[in-house]
Each structure stands twice: as C-alpha cells, then as structure tokens.
C-alpha cells in the first residue's frame, strides 16, 4: 500500500504560481509513473501532467509551457510547478501513482488538494 499526501493548494491571483507537492510514502523510484490529475467544478477529473520513471513527460495541452511536473527522488515527493495560473485551471487536484507487480497493476490516490485560481 502506498499512501500519498498532497500539499500546496489554496487561492492565488490570475498570473500567479503555485507549487503543489505529494509525498509518498514509499521510494518513489520504485514506482512506474507519478502523476496529477484535477477535477474541476461539476466535471470530470483529467490528467495534466504524468512522469513515467522512463520515458517522456505527458502535459496536458492546456497546461503545456505553463505547469511542470518533477520527481524528487530523495524526498520521495512529485512535484507540479504551476504559473500563469488561469480560473479555468481551479479544480482539486489529485496526485496519483501505479506501480505494476507482474501482470497487475497497482493505483494509487492521494486525496486532493483544492486550487482556486480568482481575483
């Protein structure tokens, strides 16, 4: 079981930036891919961004150039870098990890951290 605790959400300006982090509590170098996911206001959850542990970095288009995502192996924490934050990219943001053992693949969820982009 991998448990994973999102932090860095809150209410910031149009423009401005905000770091969100997840700690794992596991080595997140064991783990196949790292992600955030969001879910905005009356609609589906999305990915914005994943960091396989090879491979290249997946962005969702609206948050390409804008939001990076990072893998901080000695402190087992993912990171998602956001500026020029928009309203539309408020939502509850979701960190998510899998890890495959054999042929089953494990998911894993934090339980969200709110961002709400407004003047």
């Known amino acids: 079981q991998v448990r994973l605790v999102e932090s860095g959400g809150g209410l910031v300006q149009p423009g401005g930036s905000l770091r969100l982090s997840c700690a794992a509590s596991t080595s997140i170098f064991s783990l196949n891919v790292v992600g955030w996911y969001r879910q905005p206001p009356g609609k589906q959850r999305e990915l914005v961004a994943a960091a396989p542990r090879t491979g290249s970095r997946y962005y969702l288009d609206s948050a390409k150039g804008r939001f990076t995502i990072s893998r901080d192996t000695a402190k087992n924490t993912v990171y998602l870098q956001m500026n020029s934050l928009k309203p539309d990219d408020t939502a509850v943001y979701y960190c998510?990890?899998?890890?495959?053992?054999?042929?089953?693949?494990?998911?894993?969820w934090g339980h969200g951290t709110q961002v709400t982009v407004s003047s």
């Open positions: 998510n990890a899998a890890t495959q053992l054999g042929t089953t693949t494990y998911t894993y």
